[in-house]
């Protein structure tokens, strides 16, 4: 204590008007609460009075705060105003609730009937294979109908898809009319594009169901034959590359058999290798048509990333896909549309490839009697 006293130098006394600090410290127009500052028994700054803009008697927030400093007592009591009422008293939450309760119902609709479709499915394929095991000479019609109840089905299920893009838009409209634009609001803005991107998927989803179920419903015995050099300048403008990208060699000029499932083949061969390479603008494919014992060798070779052996029977099934997290989206149908429609035919796909060299797709493909023909002519 006494070498405290000793170097004690002196107080500094500053006396404040606390009506004036506090003015101007904490404009009114500026805030929605209310405040009054009590020391003991005595009022040294109040607004709670009736007297006070936008008095609120029965605030919806008010609260008292003790305050001990320099061995003083100080009650703090805040209350909010009319402002504060007006500004939390509008219904958000229950719109968000209902708008997430309606979007949720839809969601579930749409998984019971996908689960209805798919029973309905197996249930029928079941029933089928019963009487196909006695009538085996039903099997392409019944393959026909199973085909077309799966294109049915997916096209259904694009209309519960389209309604939840269109709600999303609508709740995303009713809410910037109540809270303004939400990119303000990072958590809602990034849950109503969350519903936009599963709807954009679910189409893609629906899309390559229906154009597998397409595949070869009677189309390869139209033989209205299209130029190579077509197709690939269609790739080139569908897939905006450079021409040099995409390098033709073949034999003959034109597909007359089964031209349009032809087209779906390289148009998802050339597409994959495109999309999924690691540098677009350096990607190059080469594709080589060759007539080979009364048939055509097709193949399509790039220069990307390559697939792992063991993943070469995969990447051939429905649903499968070698994508990973960054690259562009897959629905795991493309190659699986490729093989059915060379199946179709009678041959087969096969890939030749390891990491880091590229793939090689490499299948037959019917020569067509008009192609037949011209390339005897040729060889005369």
Known sequence: MGERQETFSGVVYAPFVVRNLVQGLLSKDRREVRFSIRDGDQVIYDELGPDEPLYDGGPMFSDTVELKMYGRTWLVEIRTNLAFRNQNGYDQPTLILIGGLVIEILVISMLAMMARSNLKAHTYAHHLTEELRAKTEHLEHANSEIEQFVYIASHDLKTPARGIGFLADVIEEDLEDIIGPLDG????????????????????????????SRVGNGSETAETGVSLATIVGDCVADFEVDPSQIHLTSDIDTIHCDSQSFRRVLENLIGNALKYHPDPQAARVDLTVEVAEESLKVSVRDNGNGIAPEFHTRIFEVFQTLRKAGEPESTGIGLAIVKKAVQRHGYDICVNSSLGNGAKFTFRWPLGHDAADHQLEKVA
């Open 185 to 212: 609001h990072a958590e809602l803005k990034m849950q109503i594009d969350m519903i936009r991107e599963r709807v954009s998927r679910m189409n893609d989803l629906t899309r390559g169901i229906m154009e597998f």
